[in-house]
């Protein structure tokens, strides 16, 4: 004798049996969504993906465009840990520090990591018209701010306005409006590692100034050539 059929629910029951099973599979999907984004950016490479979502596309820059107030609180926000951004981050102990370019924020900005050799700085500069924000990834960094050099000032020494100490996290901000400054790490025996966004790109197109700080006499310094690109080491780099 052949079984008897199993008597099947009447179709609503059915129906909305269907409506859980495609529900679930839409949660599922989303979760797996979701992981998978997890799994593909780290903490570092999100930040600059909100840095280049809050730049707007790649069209129409101008520095009075720019929400400092913005970029900095996203900056403020990433908490630093090597493991994210230790690839992009090459030390030569031959140098003052390694420029390392790490995106061009859709054609707005120009992104870099500065690895500073111990006690050692940068020349004070100027900006080239454009904001930046320098967070400190890893170690202390030390500013030394000046007043901007009026045009007609001639062998006159730099005039200190502010020195000031920033360790990990921080986030601080520097436009030609504010001044001049210069950048060291004070350390002795440790790296430090700071993430430094330009916006608009000006000084990798045209340059930046440089100034001797005791006769204010500045000179021009190309900022295109970086140590590294998207990690990779450029061996024919000369600034
Ligand atoms: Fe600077």
């Given at each position: 004798m052949a079984p008897s059929a199993i008597p099947l629910p009447p179709n609503n029951i059915l129906q909305e049996l269907d409506l859980e099973s495609q529900q679930q599979q839409q949660k599922n999907k989303c979760l797996c969504l979701k992981f998978h984004d997890d799994q593909q950016m780290n903490p570092f490479e999100s930040l600059v993906d909100e840095i280049k979502r809050a730049l707007g596309p790649s069209s129409g820059i101008d520095s009075?465009?720019?929400d400092v107030e913005d970029l900095m609180s996203i900056m403020n926000r990433y908490q630093s840990d090597e493991i994210h951004w230790g690839g992009f981050a090459h030390e030569d102990l031959s140098r003052n520090y390694t420029r390392n370019f790490v995106d061009h924020g859709n054609g707005k900005a120009n992104l870099l990591i500065l690895v500073w050799t111990p006690g050692k700085g940068s020349l004070?500069?100027?900006?080239?018209?454009a904001h930046c924000i320098m967070k400190i990834l890893k170690g202390t960094l030390q500013e030394t701010v000046y007043e901007m050099p009026s045009?007609?000032?001639?062998n006159q020494p730099l005039k200190a306005e502010r020195v000031s100490t920033f360790g990990t996290n921080e986030v601080t901000y520097i436009s030609d409006d504010i001044g001049l400054h210069c950048v060291s790490n004070?350390?002795?025996k440790n790296i430090a590692v700071s993430l430094h966004l330009y916006t608009p790109p000006w000084a990798a197109r045209r340059g930046c100034y440089c100034f001797c700080?005791?006769?204010?006499k500045k000179h021009l310094v190309q900022?295109?050539?970086?140590?590294?690109?998207h990690g990779k080491v450029n061996r024919k780099c000369d600034n």
């Open positions: 009075a465009d720019v004070v500069h100027d900006h080239a018209d045009e007609t000032a001639v004070p350390d002795p700080a005791e006769t204010g900022m295109s050539n970086y140590y590294s690109v």
